[in-house]
């Protein structure tokens, strides 16, 4: 083969038997798969209700930001 040529065969197996970052990509795809659907979720239901939230808060607050000025 044309990288057996090039390559130590000593080298490959190294890297073949080297699984130090696969328990660290598999975790970040689990919290991935956890993650994402949750934040599709709030966005799509929750967003509304987060917006009002907030809009009532920024309300309130320039309400009483004009009555302390008067």
């Known amino acids: 083969m044309f990288i ?3 390559v130590p065969t000593g080298l490959l197996k190294r890297l073949h038997k080297d699984e ?3 328990v660290t990509l ?3 795809l689990i919290i991935a798969a956890i993650a994402i659907p ?3 979720f709030l966005l799509k239901f929750g967003w509304p209700r987060i917006r009002e ?3 009532d808060g920024l309300t309130d607050l320039e309400r ?3 009555q ?3």
């Open 26 to 28: 598999e975790t970040i």
């Open 53 to 55: 939230y907030f809009l």
């Open 20 to 22: 130090r970052g696969a």
């Open 4 to 6: 057996k040529k090039f």
């Open 38 to 40: 949750i934040l599709i």
């Open 68 to 70: 302390v000025g008067q």
């Open 64 to 66: 009483e930001s004009d």
